[in-house]
């Protein structure tokens, strides 16, 4: 079946011979990195599905070699870009770094550009991207869309997408489960003995910030918390210290927070006020972005595959833009999220 399918790669791009005289082929690929040509296709095509150290191996080779898979030199003489737009919130949180890190490198891995935009948290600003490079690109990758269901919908049905961070019944989604890991979360400072708990909110667009609070409301009540919410607040570490004094104003010991940027701002303005963490209060994260262990005291946070949910997207828009005959593409995929607990909790204040 893998000789099978080299010869059908080699028949499609029309080339034979050695690396050095033609176009390498998915044989070439697998041969240098040691695995069978099946192994190839499928860390190119379905990158979960294969081991990560040879998942990186295979594109490691195919960026060396140049490779572009059949599917994707195909595309260049239809009329395509053979170019992706990758939409992100917010190019300086850390968060998106790592999305954009697994989305690079899958498209680069499958041949195709990616074209990075900063909608700046803007409803508007994200509208009119999607509108103004549909000739520029084939597909677009949204991270955490902040358009609304019917905006979504309307622009689902004009041009192939897929989203990350934002459930839709009208497009392709991928969602990294942080609410479970809320509920982990809140079993966590139940277990410390905190009995007022609040959820410091992100913005009021995002779907995950919704998705969380509904979750959060829901177990700490049925846990018989004493439950508050403040925000919204932009995700940034600038807006930790009106959420800082608006949670002790709450009277609660805990906080669940919308991300990690929010989270170290509240850690610098709760040390400014003489408070201590977790002594005072404690303080849960999301995303575990680079530097959270790094924070005085290293913050407790939700950790996700966040690279991996780039590297997913790729795959489902990439199975849109090439059909693959008898086969329907993928409308959801579920990152799984866990509690990585560090200093910044701890008992409830007496």
């Not at 955490?144 to 192939?160: I, K, M, W, Y």
Request: proline content about 7%; overall charge neutral; glycine content about 6%.
């Amino acid at each position: 079946m893998a000789e099978a399918a080299a010869n059908a790669e080699n028949a499609a791009t029309g080339h034979s011979g050695t690396p050095g005289d033609r176009m390498p082929t998915i044989r070439d690929v697998a041969r240098l990195a040691g695995v069978a040509t099946s192994t190839v296709s499928r860390a190119l095509s379905k990158p979960e599905r294969v081991n990560p150290r040879t998942r990186q191996r295979i594109e490691e080779v195919a960026a060396q070699l140049n490779y572009v898979p059949s599917s994707q030199a195909r595309g260049l003489s239809s009329g395509r870009t053979n170019a992706v737009a990758v939409l992100v919130p917010d190019i300086t949180n850390p968060f998106y770094f790592d999305i954009i890190r697994g989305t690079q490198h899958q498209l680069k891995a499958a041949g195709v550009t990616q074209l990075l935009v900063d909608t700046e948290e803007s409803n508007e600003m994200e509208l009119d991207a999607l509108h103004k490079m549909r000739r520029s690109a084939d597909g677009f990758i949204l991270a955490a869309s902040r358009l609304t269901d019917a905006q979504l919908a309307e622009v689902s049905g004009t041009q192939p997408l897929v989203t990350i961070n934002r459930a839709s019944a009208s497009a392709p989604t991928v969602v990294i489960d942080t609410p479970s890991a809320i509920v982990q979360a809140l079993e966590h400072l139940s277990s410390l003995g905190h009995h007022r708990v609040c959820y410091v909110s992100g913005p009021p667009t995002s779907w995950s910030n919704q998705a969380r609070w509904k979750i959060f409301e829901e177990d700490s009540t049925r846990r018989g918390m004493e439950t508050h919410r403040i925000g919204p607040y932009v995700p940034k570490t600038t807006s930790g210290a009106a959420a800082a004094d608006a949670a002790v104003r709450t009277g609660a010991t805990a906080c669940i927070v919308f991300n990690d940027l929010l989270a170290i701002g509240m850690l610098q303005r709760l040390r400014e006020r003489g408070m201590r963490v977790p002594e005072d209060m404690s303080i849960v994260g999301s995303d575990d972005i680079f530097g959270a262990d790094f924070c005085n005291p290293p913050l407790t946070t939700i950790a996700s595959p966040i690279e991996q949910a780039g590297r997913v997207a790729v795959s489902m828009l990439l199975s849109q833009l090439n059909p693959t005959p008898g086969r329907s593409s993928r409308k959801l995929a579920i990152m799984p999220t866990h509690l990585t607990i560090r200093a910044s909790t701890g008992p409830a204040p007496a």
